[in-house]
């Protein structure tokens, strides 16, 4: 119990105040022993996410995987049905929302701070190699995404 020293709030007497001058203490509850005081729901999302990434790792080897590129196939020919590219485009877009509002959480901005890093050094990459490394570079990205994604998660879910 934390006890707050100070005068009642307004409206409130003190009926035995005694023979001291001293205003009446006034005793606050404090957070009780073995209960978090807070948990922000943001990085509580961490696995969706984390199952994002791993289907987006899927969804790039079949359009950028090593049968195309073996067939001499160019993956911007043979894109995605409109479906998959509208969830692939809609779920991109969303992924970065909540990775930039992470940043505002003190548990997870490290994590998210970790993520654009990892996202804007493998666009650089893949921006200037040729067709043939993208695959490499889209899954050594994709890992590093998930790894920190992972930390998120455990970190997250570890502070319920």
């Known amino acids: 119990m934390t006890v707050r020293i ?3 709030p307004g409206g409130w007497t003190s009926a035995e105040r005694g023979a001291s001058a001293t205003p009446a203490n006034w005793i606050v509850a404090g957070p009780r022993r073995g209960h978090a005081r807070e948990v ?5 999302l961490a696995p969706l996410f984390l199952a994002f990434e791993a ?19 160019d993956p911007r020919e043979m894109g995605p049905g409109e479906g998959v590219a509208f ?8 992924y970065a929302l909540w990775t930039l509002a992470l940043l505002a959480t003190p548990t ?8 654009v890093a ?3 050094a493998g666009y650089s990459i893949r ?8 695959l490499v570079v889209l899954t050594l990205e994709g890992a590093v995404r998930i790894g920190f994604l992972f930390g998120l ?8």
């Open 55 to 73: 289907w987006q790792l899927a969804i790039s080897e079949r359009y950028v995987g090593i049968k195309q590129i073996a067939r001499g196939a």
């Open 153 to 160: 998660s455990v970190t997250a879910w570890h502070r319920v």
């Open 108 to 115: 997870g901005r490290v994590y998210s701070l970790c993520l």
């Open 40 to 44: 922000n729901s943001l990085p509580l």
């Open 6 to 8: 100070g005068t009642l």
């Open 118 to 120: 990892a996202t804007v």
């Open 87 to 94: 969830l692939w485009t809609a779920g991109l877009f969303v």
């Open 127 to 134: 921006r200037n190699c040729g067709l043939k490394k993208i």
